[in-house]
């Protein structure tokens, strides 16, 4: 009877058996390892609010598109290729690590600076009053959405690089004003007074996050508040919308400068507490202008109520939860920037999105992140959540508290002496 073949145990191995062994089994480790809940959070929050604003699209273009002879499943497909396209972009960037958008902080700037440039040339569209869209092989893209993340990232290297100089106001401002004053200036040529602001609210966000002295923290913020209104005297266009929204008697100019807020607020007005129902909206049929996009959230309140403005506003909510607690757990200076820049770009567009319907501020023409129709938008915002997924796998591990360890110490078995077990006196230790 032939014998049974006996495994040899690992130290019987040639020794690069062993070691391959040894780094497939840490390989495999690392890729399955659990992710922080911030990654959970952000990508769970990401999905959900680009579902939604899937969902919303379709409610919102269908009966006009198909009163128009269209098919009322276009607008709502182009944005689900958008979508598609984005979500595995952003679980892609979520594996590259810090040194990665470290490095790429100064080329990605200066491309996106140079397609901007393009709507300046005959690839440039023009769309009410704003040339800030450019137009390749049928494809139509909004360059200024890719300066919001270049730029985030590219403030982070630069205060990163200078650490030990933030003290000294020349050494933040030079270049980071210069250029921040660049990307302005070629998004403003474009008359696209929205994108700039949001643009600005996060470049001093980022600012902020770095570290640097009050005092010169509030000088950029002084020339910027005096930068924006001074861009608004100027033009008697953007004077009227503003004198419009400061108008309390908005109804006398209907038809007007008042007829999309009023159509917005109307909107909300009445979808109540628990709305018309999904689809039954009555401003999306031509009455609201740009229902898909910048007033989504007003088809939002008038099918879904209250209740689905609440859901939204939570969905942001728990975003901003979890790019926070990156921010504070980092220890890396980069991250921490950076991810304070994100955080405010993107939460604090939606939240002057929803101001504008809600009549809070003038129109401004910011789309609502993840959930208005426009793949450029969503695309930019869905890779930067995976930018801020990338931090949230940086984030060190969790350290045990104090508490938890002397608890721990006193739930362990304490060794019985010898003389209550009966063992022989130790050594050394003369009878009596």
């Given at each position: 009877?032939?014998?049974?073949?006996?495994?040899?145990?690992?130290?019987?191995?040639?020794?690069?058996?062993?070691?391959?062994?040894?780094?497939?089994?840490?390989?495999?480790?690392?890729?399955?390892?659990?992710?922080?809940?911030?990654?959970?959070?952000?990508?769970?929050?990401?999905?959900?609010?680009?579902?939604?604003?899937?969902?919303?699209?379709?409610?919102?273009?269908?009966?006009?598109?198909?009163?128009?002879?269209?098919?009322?499943?276009?607008?709502?497909?182009?944005?689900?290729?958008?979508?598609?396209?984005?979500l595995p972009l952003m679980?892609?960037?979520?594996?590259?690590?810090?040194?990665?958008?470290?490095?790429v902080a100064w080329p990605?700037?200066?491309?996106?600076?140079?397609?901007?440039?393009?709507?300046?040339?005959?690839?440039?569209?023009?769309?009410?009053?704003?040339?800030?869209?450019?137009?390749?092989?049928?494809?139509?893209?909004?360059?200024?959405?890719?300066?919001?993340?270049?730029?985030?990232?590219?403030?982070?290297?630069?205060?990163?690089?200078?650490?030990?100089?933030?003290?000294?106001?020349?050494?933040?401002?030079?270049?980071?004003?210069?250029?921040?004053?660049?990307?302005?200036?070629?998004?403003?040529?474009?008359?696209?007074?929205?994108?700039?602001?949001?643009?600005?609210?996060?470049?001093?966000?980022?600012?902020?996050?770095?570290?640097?002295?009050?005092?010169?923290?509030?000088?950029?913020?002084?020339?910027?508040?005096?930068?924006?209104?001074?861009?608004?005297?100027?033009?008697?266009?953007?004077?009227?919308?503003?004198?419009?929204?400061?108008?309390?008697?908005?109804?006398?100019?209907?038809?007007?400068?008042?007829?999309?807020?009023?159509?917005?607020?109307?909107?909300?007005?009445?979808?109540?507490?628990?709305?018309?129902?999904?689809?039954?909206?009555?401003?999306?049929?031509?009455?609201?202008?740009?229902?898909?996009?910048?007033?989504?959230?007003?088809?939002?309140?008038?099918?879904?109520?209250?209740?689905?403005?609440?859901?939204?506003?939570?969905?942001?909510?728990?975003?901003?939860?979890?790019?926070?607690?990156?921010?504070?757990?980092?220890?890396?200076?980069?991250?921490?920037?950076?991810?304070?820049?994100?955080?405010?770009?993107?939460?604090?567009?939606?939240?002057?999105?929803?101001?504008?319907?809600?009549?809070?501020?003038?129109?401004?023409?910011?789309?609502?992140?993840?959930?208005?129709?426009?793949?450029?938008?969503?695309?930019?915002?869905?890779?930067?959540?995976?930018?801020?997924?990338?931090?949230?796998?940086?984030?060190?591990?969790?350290?045990?508290?104090?508490?938890?360890?002397?608890?721990?110490?006193?739930?362990?078995?304490?060794?019985?002496s010898p003389a209550r077990?009966?063992?022989?006196?130790?050594?050394?230790?003369?009878?009596?």
């Amino acid at each position: 009877m032939a014998e049974k073949p006996t495994r040899r145990p690992p130290e019987a191995l040639p020794e690069p058996t062993r070691k391959r062994g040894l780094a497939a089994r840490v390989s495999l480790g690392k890729a399955f390892a659990p992710v922080p809940s911030e990654f959970l959070l952000i990508a769970s929050t990401a999905i959900l609010l680009t579902v939604f604003g899937l969902v919303m699209i379709l409610s919102a273009t269908s009966a006009v598109a198909t009163a128009r002879g269209e098919a009322p499943y276009d607008a709502v497909l182009k944005q689900a290729v958008f979508a598609a396209i984005g979500l595995p972009l952003m679980f892609i960037a979520s594996r590259f690590p810090v040194s990665f958008w470290k490095k790429v902080a100064w080329p990605a700037l200066v491309l996106a600076v140079g397609l901007q440039l393009l709507v300046f040339t005959p690839l440039g569209i023009e769309n009410d009053g704003n040339r800030n869209w450019i137009s390749i092989a049928g494809l139509q893209a909004q360059p200024s959405e890719f300066l919001k993340l270049t730029l985030a990232l590219w403030i982070g290297f630069i205060l990163f690089r200078k650490q030990t100089l933030l003290s000294s106001w020349t050494h933040v401002f030079i270049p980071l004003v210069p250029v921040t004053l660049l990307v302005l200036g070629v998004v403003m040529a474009g008359e696209d007074m929205g994108t700039a602001m949001v643009i600005a609210l996060m470049a001093l966000g980022a600012l902020f996050f770095s570290g640097v002295k009050l005092r010169i923290f509030i000088l950029p913020a002084i020339l910027g508040a005096l930068g924006a209104f001074a861009y608004a005297v100027t033009s008697p266009d953007r004077m009227r919308r503003i004198m419009s929204f400061l108008n309390p008697n908005c109804i006398d100019d209907y038809f007007g400068d008042c007829y999309q807020p009023l159509h917005g607020t109307w909107g909300l007005a009445g979808g109540g507490v628990f709305g018309l129902g999904l689809g039954n909206s009555k401003e999306k049929y031509d009455w609201l202008p740009a229902a898909a996009n910048d007033y989504i959230f007003a088809i939002v309140g008038e099918e879904l109520g209250l209740i689905g403005c609440i859901v939204v506003l939570a969905l942001f909510a728990l975003f901003a939860v979890g790019a926070f607690h990156v921010v504070r757990k980092t220890n890396d200076p980069f991250v921490r920037i950076v991810a304070g820049g994100i955080t405010v770009w993107i939460v604090g567009q939606a939240l002057i999105n929803i101001g504008v319907v809600l009549r809070v501020f003038p129109v401004l023409g910011v789309p609502l992140p993840f959930m208005s129709q426009g793949g450029t938008s969503l695309l930019s915002v869905l890779i930067a959540s995976g930018v801020l997924l990338s931090f949230a796998r940086s984030l060190p591990p969790v350290r045990r508290v104090a508490g938890a360890d002397a608890v721990a110490r006193r739930r362990a078995p304490v060794p019985r002496s010898p003389a209550r077990t009966g063992a022989p006196a130790a050594a050394g230790k003369v009878a009596g």
